[in-house]
T-cell receptor, first 118, second 110 residues
Framework: EAGVAQSPRYKIIEKRQSVAFWCNPI?????LYWYQQILGQGPKLLIQFQNNGVVDDSQLPKDRFSAERLKGVDSTLKIQPAKLEDSAVYLC????????????????FGDGTRLSIL | GQQLNQSPQSMFIQEGEDVSMNCTSSSIFNTWLWYKQEPGEGPVLLIALYKAGELTSNGRLTAQFGITRKDSFLNISASIPSDVGIYFCAGQLIGNQFYFGTGTSLTVIP
């Protein structure tokens, strides 16, 4: 099966500019996640969708970050305006559902978008 | 948020050696996952664990869900150069988000 697709792979912008990332999850996966991974650290959850509804956005800096999944498939993550500390890899992941008969469903990751802020 | 501590932080081993790494948490979890991440790529799922005490293998990899539900272990037997990468653990309570560890960087010397 095709994996999680993300674009662009790389993005360089100046601080205070805006940027958007796109994610297409694995076909049939109801749950979609956006993570921020700062160099040398593990991924940190920004927002989780179940179909087109938000399940958890407690760690999303809502003053500058926004995300949507309007039709319950593709998703976009936006940063406006960007700060220097937003330099990171933004990973999208998807899973069949939030949890199933086995318990929590494991996530499958895309290759991420590497964002550099100048 | 939850903090998962992985140790060791980095490992340099000779090809053919066995590797052990672990992950500990201050909270209990219902699920433990182990991922491998290579430069420029996203994490790839290696093993998923769902029950305390569970021992699961995937080829040369073996992972265990700790009895206390606060830790997990990953072993790699007979390491090869392509095992190089960063290994992350992730823990989750049902209905809650996954929390990732700090990562163990593995270097295999041919």
């Amino acid at each position: 099966e095709a994996g999680v697709a993300q674009s662009p792979r790389y993005k360089i912008i100046e601080k205070r500019q805006s940027v958007a990332f796109w994610c297409n999850p694995i076909s049939g996966h109801a749950t979609l996640y956006w993570y921020q991974q700062i160099l040398g650290q593990g991924p940190k959850l920004l927002i989780q969708f179940q179909n087109n509804g938000v399940v958890d956005d407690s760690q999303l800096p809502k003053d500058r970050f926004s995300a949507e999944r309007l039709k319950g498939v593709d998703s976009t993550l936006k940063i406006q305006p960007a700060k220097l500390e937003d330099s990171a890899v933004y990973l999208c992941a998807s899973s069949l559902t939030f949890w199933g008969r086995q318990g929590n469903q494991p996530q499958h990751f895309g290759d991420g978008t590497r964002l550099s802020i100048l | 948020g939850q903090q998962l501590n992985q140790s060791p932080q980095s490992m340099f081993i000779q090809e053919g050696e066995d590797v052990s790494m672990n992950c500990t948490s201050s909270s209990i979890f219902n699920t433990w996952l182990w991922y491998k991440q290579e430069p420029g790529e996203g994490p790839v799922l290696l093993i998923a664990l769902y029950k305390a005490g569970e021992l699961t293998s995937n080829g040369r990899l073996t992972a265990q869900f700790g009895i206390t539900r606060k830790d997990s272990f990953l072993n790699i037997s007979a390491s090869i150069p392509s095992d190089v990468g960063i290994y992350f653990c992730a823990g989750q309570l049902i209905g809650n988000q996954f929390y990732f560890g700090t990562g163990t960087s593995l270097t295999v010397i041919p």
